[in-house]
Nanobody, 118 residues
Framework: QVQLVESGGGLVQPGGSLRLSCQAS????????MGWYRQAPGRQRELVAF???????NYADSVKGRFTISRDNAKNTVYLQMNSLKPEDTAVYYC????????????WGQGTQATVSS
């Protein structure tokens, strides 16, 4: 059973930074993609960024130039570095992993809260 455990959320002032971590219970090389989604109160969950097994990345327009997704295969961990944070970045951030084999197998972490407020 795949487990994804997020950490690194918290309270930060506008303009500040946070780094989220997502550690998988097994090798992240087994996943075709890993990514981060977020969900703010009263809104649908939305894609923030993802990274493929080959290292290519994709970002939501709202975070381009401010957020960076990266991976450490040796630590089975994916990171989301969030800089220049805005109040509208406030949300629960979820780690996601997908395996494309006989369909799509998808896994989620429990979420970590990031709050941007003065």
């Amino acid at each position: 059973q795949v487990q994804l455990v997020e950490s690194g959320g918290g309270l930060v002032q506008p303009g500040g930074s946070l780094r989220l971590s997502c550690q998988a219970s097994g090798s992240i090389l087994s996943f075709n993609t890993m990514g981060w989604y977020r969900q703010a109160p009263g809104r649908q969950r939305e894609l923030v960024a993802f990274i493929s097994r080959g290292g290519s990345t994709n970002y939501a327009d709202s975070v381009k130039g401010r957020f960076t997704i990266s991976r450490d295969n040796a630590k089975n961990t994916v990171y989301l570095q969030m800089n220049s944070l805005k109040p509208e970045d406030t949300a629960v951030y979820y780690c996601n992993a997908r395996i494309f084999s006989n369909g799509v197998h998808e896994y989620w972490g429990q979420g970590t809260q990031a709050t941007v407020s003065s």
